[in-house]
């Protein structure tokens, strides 16, 4: 945990946010600011800052964030038209939360790579 974290925050409901999924390793909300039809954040229920030095555990943490993401294409009915997994790190990447998420984008065709 940490104290300044928002996605801490909202895993422990201090900041409301209506979780679509949640169990043992992550969480799934709607992001705030939409660029997408479907844009929701696959999130660790652990404080994960970066990829590098994964302890076992958040190893595993990482793998069930993309197969959550699957699985949340599927139910949000972007799994047949394409999506969109997106990792912001750092500052040229315009990180804004320093806790590992999983951007999921679709609903629209989203350009080329990375657009
Ligand atoms: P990034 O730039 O990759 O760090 O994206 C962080 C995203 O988190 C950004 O698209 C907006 C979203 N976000 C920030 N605060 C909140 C919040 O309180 N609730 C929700 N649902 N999303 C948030």
Do not use: W
Not at 93 to 102: E, I, N, P, R, Y
């Amino acid at each position: 945990m940490a104290s300044d974290c928002i996605f801490c925050k909202i895993r422990d409901g201090e900041i409301p946010a209506d979780a679509l999924r949640r169990d043992e390793r992550c969480f799934v909300i709607r992001d705030i600011n939409p660029r997408a039809p479907v844009h929701l954040l696959v999130i660790p229920n652990s404080h994960i800052t970066s990829l590098p030095g994964l302890t076992p555990d958040e190893r595993e943490a990482v793998g069930a964030m993309f197969s959550t993401a699957g699985e949340m294409a599927a139910i949000e009915g972007v799994d047949g038209s394409g999506y969109r997994l997106v990792v912001n790190q750092g500052r040229d990447a315009d990180q804004s939360v320093s806790h590992l998420h999983l951007h999921l984008l679709g609903g629209k065709p989203l350009g080329g790579m990375c657009s």
